[in-house]
């Protein structure tokens, strides 16, 4: 009588091909339609080359300054009696900044000017004598000798008068430096001073520091290289210069309110005034500087700015969307399309000028070039071009 077989093994065996067999069901379709996407046609954005004129520039990071920058210091020792402004406040040249303690000044003053009055008293006295001898000496009343010591004595005393004057003038000016007002127009620094301190004349610490803002200087360096580009292209005509608002960089850190002034600035311009008259030997650069207006004070004295200092315009030049440039080890190159499949196209990229790319080799302006690249593009896939 045969053997029968166990059951259980066969089971089990049958199965595991059953679940082999639901695995390659439930897998088969999604395998296939992975492979349609594959060679599914990628869609595409294509931007023409434009051929316009674009500024040849110089891109640096700049320094601003302020125009004009005064250290106020005391030129008398006294007591601080007043504050006639806010710090941070604008205030204008001949505007009363410090009022000091003026007693001393003032008596001084006082005391200088009797002193004079005694002095041009005695002066008037020996000039009357002077002109009463004159006469007397040539009808030879008195003797020349007596006439020639009143002389002597009004002109000393006329010297000594002079000095009395002096004195007077000195303690005027002494005076008017109890009140320091503004020698410029500008904005006031913080202060560290109060009413009641007593000041010292001449120190190394100014009471307040006044920058003129509406006018700014922006401090750059080039490479000496570039040197030489830079004076030819002056000698033609004054260089512009372009200091892009970085406003919008801010608005990440707190919120913008914007203002009809400021909402939608981009760029600032200016124009180059001077160049160094020297390289910096171990930067190997040369230092320029610019002159920017800064009406609505965009500009802060020790901020650092972008500069692009424009050497001329290329009147021809191609461009197209920079985004569109890919770099590789072999260099940058662009995706263009021909009859419905993308090809690398090999570039040599001059400069870039904000979003868009000047293109010095490599294109002629009539291709079409792939803004957006999608990811997995490669070398002839197919593509469809978004309408």
């Known amino acids: 009588m045969p053997k029968k077989l166990p059951v259980y093994p066969i089971l089990i065996a049958l199965g595991i091909v059953l679940i082999c067999v639901y695995i390659w069901l439930s897998t088969k379709p999604q395998t296939d339609m992975q ?14 080359p434009v051929i316009k004129p674009m500024p040849i520039t110089l891109d640096e990071l700049g320094t601003v300054e302020a125009e004009q920058s005064v250290n106020i210091i005391a030129q008398i020792n006294g007591a601080l009696k007043k504050i006639a402004f806010e710090p941070g406040q604008e205030v ?24 004079l009055q005694r002095a041009e008293a005695q002066h008037t006295a020996l000039q009357s004598t002077a002109n009463r001898y004159e006469s007397l000496v040539k009808l030879e009343y008195i003797t020349r000798q007596q006439y020639d010591d009143a002389v002597a004595a009004a002109t000393a005393q006329a010297a000594v008068v002079a000095s009395e004057k002096a004195l007077v003038a000195q303690a005027e000016i002494q005076l008017a430096y109890t009140q320091i ?16 301190d007593l000041i010292t004349a001449n120190s190394t610490t100014p009471l307040v520091v006044i920058n003129r803002l509406d006018q700014v200087l922006i401090t750059f360096s080039v490479a000496q290289k570039q040197l030489a580009d830079v004076q030819r292209y002056q000698r033609i005509g004054t260089l512009k210069v372009l200091i892009v608002d970085q406003s919008h960089d801010r608005k990440g850190v707190l919120p913008m309110v914007d203002t009809p002034n400021q909402s ?20 190997g650069t040369v230092a320029l500087k610019a002159r920017v207006a800064n009406t609505d004070h965009l500009f802060w004295p020790g901020e ?84």
């Open 92 to 115: 204008k040249q001949g505007d009363l900044l410090f009022e000091l303690d003026a007693s001393v000044p003032a008596a001084n003053l006082a005391q200088a000017k009797a002193n």
């Open 264 to 283: 939608h600035v981009s760029q600032i311009h200016g124009e180059l005034i001077s160049i160094d008259n020297n390289v910096n030997n171990q930067s």
């Open 35 to 48: 492979g349609k996407g594959r060679n599914a046609p990628a869609v595409v954005s294509v931007a023409h």
């Open 181 to 196: 007002r503004a020698p410029i127009s500008g904005k006031t620094s913080h202060t560290i001073v109060h009413v009641g």
């Open 304 to 387: 650092l700015v972008n500069v692009q200092l424009v050497l001329t315009t290329e009147p021809k030049a191609i461009v197209i969307p920079d985004k569109a440039v890919q770099m590789s080890q072999q260099g940058n190159y662009v995706y263009i399309v021909k009859e419905g499949k993308a090809y690398k196209q090999a570039i040599t990229l001059a400069r870039r000028v904000k979003q868009e790319a000047v293109i010095e080799a490599g294109l002629q302006g009539n291709e079409a070039v792939i803004v957006e690249v999608p990811s997995g593009l490669a070398e002839g896939k197919a593509v469809v071009i978004n309408p």
